[in-house]
C-alpha cells in the first residue's frame, strides 16, 4: 500500500525541489524521489538550475581547497621543525630522572624525529594528490548534473 502525504508535505516537497532540487528534496524529506519528481511534474515546476548546484559545488570544493592549503602549510611547518630538531641539541631524561642535554638526539630518538618527519611529508603530498585530478571531478559532476535532469540519479 503507498502512503499517504498531506497537501502540507507535498507543498513543502515542492517547495524543496524548486529550491534544491529532486535529490536533495527527498534526502531531507524522506519523500521517495520519484514521488516528489512527479508532482512535481504535474504542478510545472522546474529544478533549480545545474549552474546554481554546480556554483554551489564549487563554492565547497573552493573553500576544502583552501583548508588542504593552510593544513599543507602547517604540516610543513611542522616538518621543518623536525627537521631541525635532528642537528639541535637534545634535552633527554636520565635513568636517575635528571634533564641531560645531548649535542643531537639519540639514535633512537633521531630514528623517531626522522619516521615522523616522513610521515608528514607523505600526508602533503597526498593532501596536493586530492587537487590534481586532471580534471575527474569536474567530469562526474557534469555527468551527476545530467543524470539528475533526467531523473535517472542513483540508476
Known amino acids: 500500500m503507498n502512503p499517504t ?14 529550491q534544491d532540487g529532486p535529490s536533495a528534496a527527498a534526502r531531507d524529506l524522506g ?18 538550475p545545474a549552474e546554481r548546484t554546480a556554483a554551489a ?23 621543518e621543525a623536525l627537521r631541525r630538531k635532528l ?3 637534545y634535552d633527554v631524561v636520565s635513568d636517575t ?3 641531560v642535554t645531548l649535542p643531537h638526539p639519540t639514535a633512537r ?3 623517531d624525529l626522522t619516521v ?3 610521515i608528514l611529508v607523505d600526508k602533503h603530498i597526498a593532501l596536493n594528490a586530492l587537487d590534481d585530478d586532471s580534471g575527474v571531478e569536474h567530469a562526474k559532476s557534469l555527468l551527476s548534473s545530467l543524470a539528475e535532469r533526467l531523473g535517472m540519479e542513483g540508476m
Not at 502525504?5 to 524548486?18: C, I
Not at 559545488?57 to 616538518?79: C, N, W
Open 31 to 48: 519523500i521517495p524521489k520519484t514521488t516528489i519528481h512527479r508532482w512535481a511534474k504535474r504542478a510545472g515546476l522546474d529544478a533549480p
Open 57 to 79: 559545488t564549487a563554492q565547497a570544493s573552493a573553500t576544502a581547497r583552501q583548508k588542504r592549503e593552510l593544513l599543507g602549510s602547517a604540516i610543513l611547518d611542522d616538518a
Open 116 to 118: 615522523s618527519f616522513g
Open 97 to 99: 630522572g635528571e634533564v
Open 5 to 18: 502525504y498531506t497537501d502540507d508535505q507535498k507543498a513543502q516537497a515542492l517547495k524543496a525541489y524548486e
Open 87 to 89: 642537528s639541535e641539541p
Open 109 to 111: 630518538d633521531m630514528r
